[in-house]
């Protein structure tokens, strides 16, 4: 067929056949390197696309997982503590390792038996005596309509 393309064609499109043939003749010598360029490109992209799944997987399963000291000083600011006795409930809470600190918002007795046995146990008996006036404080602001 080509041989009848060139008995019919001018010069310049016996050119043009010409280098088409050529083309589909001879191999670029750079081909297998493109082609690896390619496929590594497709593995680099598959590999991403992997590890951005792993990390969103991650990411969930932490946030699925309860935090009872979350939402502990959630409770807290909302109540409007202010961040000083914030903090010094965190560390009773902390200090008496509470599954749910949460707890101690739920009655005036339960903080009050917390509080006496984190001064008791905090301080190993070198503080004896009664907790400190700003745990008493802290009890005002927590359960002022409470009896």
């Known amino acids: 067929m080509i041989p009848q393309l ?6 310049r499109q016996r050119v043009a056949i ?12 750079q081909l297998y390197w493109k082609i690896s360029f390619v496929a590594l490109l497709f593995v680099i ?3 991403l696309v992997a590890l951005l799944g ?5 990411r969930q399963r932490r946030e699925n997982k309860p935090q009872p000291i979350r939402l502990y000083l959630w409770c807290l600011a909302k109540l409007q503590v202010p961040w000083p006795d914030i903090l010094r409930l ?3 809470a902390r200090a ?28 190993r008996g070198k503080r004896g005596g009664e907790p400190p006036l700003r ?13």
């Open 18 to 29: 010409e280098s088409m043939r050529s083309h589909f003749e001879e191999t670029d010598p």
């Open 45 to 47: 992209g598959a590999l």
């Open 54 to 58: 792993y990390l969103e997987r991650r």
């Open 96 to 123: 008496l390792r509470l599954s749910h600190p949460t707890a101690l918002l739920i009655s005036p007795r339960l903080y009050d038996a917390a509080v006496t046995k984190y001064w008791a146990g905090h301080w």
């Open 135 to 147: 745990f008493r404080a802290i009890r005002e602001l927590l359960f002022t309509d409470v009896p």
């Open 90 to 92: 965190w560390r009773l």
């Open 6 to 11: 060139l008995a019919q064609a001018s010069p």
